[in-house]
């Protein structure tokens, strides 16, 4: 039985996420993917690679088109940055 998740935060932001931009894009697809339809997630990035805006929201358009919408939140205080996928 698959497991229902309403909108909640995937943290992308440390470890192996500050030196791996694909896997940061792996990680959100598959997050997205979990979100239930009628919510959303906070993909949480690493400051390392900049705003997500300009190298993940291209990549979730692309595989979802207008089934999402995204919203950049802001840059958190600790560097990192906040995208949010509503599905």
């Excluded at 009628?38 to 900049?50: D, E, K």
Aim: with cysteine.
């Amino acid at each position: 039985m698959k497991k229902t998740i309403l909108s909640w935060s995937a943290s992308l932001e440390h470890g192996e996420y500050e030196l791996d931009q694909d896997l940061v894009i792996q990680h959100g697809i598959e997050a997205v993917d979990e979100t239930t339809k009628g919510a959303y997630v906070n993909l949480v990035t690493p400051n390392t690679f900049g705003n997500p805006v300009e190298y993940l929201s291209p990549v979730l358009k692309e595989k979802y088109g207008d089934s999402i919408q995204i919203k950049y939140i802001d840059q958190c205080g600790c560097g990192g940055y906040v995208l949010r996928i509503y599905k």
